[in-house]
């Protein structure tokens, strides 16, 4: 396996993690579990502001039930809050002691958009500070059993300031309160931070992708050009093959005329029989196939190395002429003048 396609194994297994970790994150905002926050905006100041102490969805209680709110259950809690009544206080986590303090108190309520907000007053300029600060930047709120009075707002992030001079809050009823925190989902995320990091998530997704496709064009570029080359390499050694060929069959003819014009040398001489002249021509062929050479003494002594072939010819050369063999195809030459022409009445009448 090439270093490409490794990487783009391991781009593909990194994108499917990552883009079911958006899938995941994205669920919990948008709904399918308890992840709705409430944010304090420290820049704006947390006194004489419109705070979301709540949203609409379905949310798992600190007693692990669900419970859902829509428009219409947070409209009846703004419109059944009457601080002149019972005022809801401020107060840090939830708390279960009939004297925990007071950091401030609710106002007004008014539900918008699927949220409830709250305005707080008598907030203490030490705890408006940690909030502008950004130590408490979620707040979570509880209910009476009703699910319509309002009971504490309470603010989540660091400990509890220690702040002399708070009025007690009288928390009657606290075991059968509902409370609900908006601020974390089942996995301890804050969506503000989900939602940065399914931001960042897909930015490394898209990332990852480019890359991929970048390393599926090198690997498709690479296996053209290697296509290519493989296809010029291919007509190359075709071209040589066939010059290889024609030059051997060139060579072979050349060769074999030779051959033959040697052993009809031999023939004619009286050194190679007639009859013997086919068997010689195949022998000297198959000898001519033959790479290895053999040293020859010559005459003159001197000694040279010469193919097997050429050794087999010299060797008929050195043959004494055997008259009985030579070629006939001329009119042998008759001493004393005679006439090469016979005449049949003349060599009758002699008879």
């Known amino acids: 396996m090439s270093l490409n396609d490794e990487s783009r194994r391991d781009n593909r297994r990194l994108s499917f993690l990552i883009l079911l970790k958006i899938v995941r994150m994205e669920r919990a905002v948008c709904g399918h579990c308890p992840c709705f926050p409430a944010i304090v905006d420290g820049n704006r100041g947390f006194c004489m502001n419109w705070i979301e102490i709540a949203r609409t969805g379905t949310f798992t209680d600190s007693a692990g039930r669900p419970q859902t709110f829509t428009d219409a259950d947070l409209s009846a809690i703004a419109n059944a809050y009457d601080p002149q009544k019972r005022d809801c206080p401020l107060v840090f986590g939830h708390p279960q002691s009939d004297s925990a303090p007071a950091f401030g108190w609710a106002r007004k309520l008014k539900a918008e958009g699927g949220k409830l907000l709250a305005v707080f007053e008598k907030v203490p300029e030490q705890v408006r500070a940690l909030v502008d600060a950004g130590h408490y930047r979620h707040v979570s709120m509880s209910l009476m059993p009703d699910r319509k009075t309002l009971r504490h707002v309470a603010l989540l992030g660091a400990a509890q300031p220690a702040i002399d001079g708070l009025k007690a809050v009288e928390l009657a009823d606290g075991q059968n309160s509902i409370t609900v ?3 974390t989902n089942q996995e301890g995320i804050m969506p503000e931070d989900a939602q940065r990091e399914i931001g960042a998530l897909k930015e490394r997704l898209a990332t990852l992708e480019k890359e991929n496709a970048d390393l599926k064009k090198q690997v498709q570029g690479h296996k053209e050009k290697a296509e290519k080359a493989e296809t010029e390499k291919a007509a190359v ?30 023939v004619k001489s009286g050194k190679v029989k007639p009859a013997e002249k086919a068997g010689v021509l195949d022998f000297a062929a198959k000898l001519a196939e033959q790479t290895g050479t053999v040293d020859f003494a010559a005459p003159d002594g001197k000694t040279e ?3 097997l072939e050429e050794r087999y010819f010299r060797d008929l050369e050195a ?15 008759h001493e004393g003048g005679q006439s090469g022409t016979i005449n049949p009445a003349e060599l009758t009448a002699k008879m």
């Open 237 to 266: 050694q075709e071209k040589a093959d066939k010059a290889a060929a024609d030059f051997a069959a060139y060579r072979g003819k050349i060769e074999g005329e030779r051959r033959e014009a040697r052993v009809s040398e031999l």
């Open 319 to 333: 043959r004494p002429a055997d008259e009985r063999a030579a070629d006939f195809s001329a009119p042998p030459a």
């Open 305 to 307: 190395s010469i193919s």
């Open 181 to 183: 925190d908006f601020s």
